[in-house]
């Protein structure tokens, strides 16, 4: 195995997810993250694409001259993205504060959020904001309906609010009237809107505050939709609870679970995305899968069938990330390991970025450019916007 050094320290051997993050926020973990330009695409009725103006475009259109933009979210007209110096950035719809900017304008150009650093960041497609600090600090804001900013209360705000006092949190979800988060330890925590058993906790009752799903400490990631949560463990297995409607689960079934459940038997499931009452996932081999609801050809498989279980998305094996559209639409992007970018599903304002409005069920790629970000949020899309990172 490979022996990686960073300021004079050698690093060797197989890391847990908690002495990782120990090791982040100490700045000794041993991993660059790559940054890259701001593209983006689809409506712009509220600034959502960024690009100082409410023009609708239907390729990618780069957002300002930067080359440091790390990570990006977006869900209904609100987009947001993390800087390679860790300052958190928002624009478009700000209804409920969802920008986080202490007030409800909206903006089509991106407004750094105060100037503290951040490493993770997550928007809701009801207009809730949840993000991480680089000391490991959860915060929350916007519209905070059924509990879900997690603070306690069901209040709106229009700035950043602590959740909580810990310092533990890794990684987040904000889906519709619902919010997820994964500690060091491997927890997985739940909150707000319990409709449809979405949770996980066993039953249908909603929190404003975060409730830990199960006993274990072995989740690796989570995603969420409407009433639909999915997740994958850090031994590769692949679960599924909340509305089960059309095969959205991918459990061979309609029917709703409160607490997870797991699809199928395999341990090699690597990256997991959900969309409305559809699953999107790819595995350690590089091929990509796809089950639930296939209104437009979402899941890429040449037609408009719904599956109850997952299908192989062609048979390639080059596949890196999926990503579902986050509101009631259905819009799939995802890149593969050669640096390109692909689309399918509703192109409804040209949000597949393929300078045209036609919707496609099988997947097509989005220029020709061979230098897209392959990392975890290198792309986000919105109810009919999307945005991506060029390395």
């Known amino acids: 195995m490979a022996t990686t050094i960073v300021s004079g320290v050698q690093y060797s051997g197989i890391w847990n997810i908690s002495s990782q993050a120990n090791a982040k926020a100490a700045n000794t973990w041993p991993y660059i993250e790559p940054a890259g330009s701001l593209y983006a695409m689809g409506i712009n009725n509220a600034g959502q694409l960024?690009?100082?103006?409410?023009?609708?475009?239907?390729?990618?259109?780069?957002?300002?001259a930067l080359s440091t933009w790390s990570k990006l979210a977006a869900a209904s007209s609100t987009s947001g993205g993390i800087a390679l110096d860790g300052t958190l950035w928002m624009w478009g719809n700000n209804n409920y504060g969802a920008l986080g900017l202490g007030n409800t304008t909206q903006y089509s150009s991106p407004k750094q959020v105060g100037s503290l650093y951040w490493s993770k960041l997550s928007i809701g497609a009801n207009l809730s904001t949840l993000a991480i600090k680089s000391d490991g600090t959860l915060w929350a804001w916007g519209r905070n309906d059924s509990g879900r900013l997690g603070?306690?209360?069901?209040?709106?705000y229009s700035s950043p609010k602590q959740v909580g006092a810990l310092?533990?949190?890794?990684?987040?979800?904000?889906?519709?009237?619902?919010?997820?988060?994964?500690?060091?330890?491997?927890?997985?925590?739940?909150?707000?809107?319990?409709?449809?058993?979405?949770?996980?906790?066993?039953?249908?009752?909603?929190?404003?505050?975060?409730?830990q799903v199960g006993a274990l400490y072995s989740w690796s990631m989570v995603s969420a939709q409407g009433q639909t949560t999915l997740a994958i463990k850090t031994d590769g297995t692949l679960w599924a609870w909340?509305?089960?409607?059309?095969?959205?689960?991918?459990?061979?079934?309609t029917t709703y679970y409160s607490s997870p459940k797991q699809v199928g038997a395999l341990t090699t499931w690597s990256f997991v995305a959900c969309g409305l009452l559809r699953g999107l996932a790819t595995k350690t081999d590089g091929t990509l899968w796809a089950w639930g609801y296939n209104n437009e050809g979402a899941l890429g498989l040449g037609n408009t069938t719904d599956y109850s279980s997952p299908k192989q998305v062609g048979s390639l094996t080059n596949w890196a990330k999926v990503y579902g559209q986050t509101n009631n639409n259905y819009s799939t992007l995802a890149n593969k390991t050669d640096g390109t970018l692909w689309s399918w599903g509703n192109n409804t304002y040209g949000l597949l970025g393929l300078n045209n409005l036609t919707s496609y069920s099988s997947p097509k790629q989005v220029g020709a450019q061979t230098n897209w970000g392959q990392n975890p949020n290198t792309i986000a899309i919105g109810q009919n916007h999307s945005l991506a990172t060029r390395v």
Not at 180 to 205: C, E, P, V, Y
Not at 242 to 253: D, H, K, P, Q
Request: charged share 10%; aromatic share 10%.
């Open 167 to 211: 310092t533990t949190w890794l990684s987040i979800c904000c889906a519709y009237e619902s919010s997820f988060a994964i500690k060091t330890d491997g927890s997985l925590w739940a909150w707000g809107s319990g409709s449809q058993g979405r949770l996980g906790l066993g039953n249908t009752t909603s929190y404003s505050s975060p409730k």
């Open 242 to 253: 909340g509305r089960g409607s059309l095969g959205g689960l991918g459990l061979g079934n």
């Open 151 to 156: 603070l306690g209360n069901t209040t709106d």
């Open 50 to 64: 960024g690009t100082s103006n409410t023009t609708y475009f239907s390729s990618p259109v780069q957002v300002g």
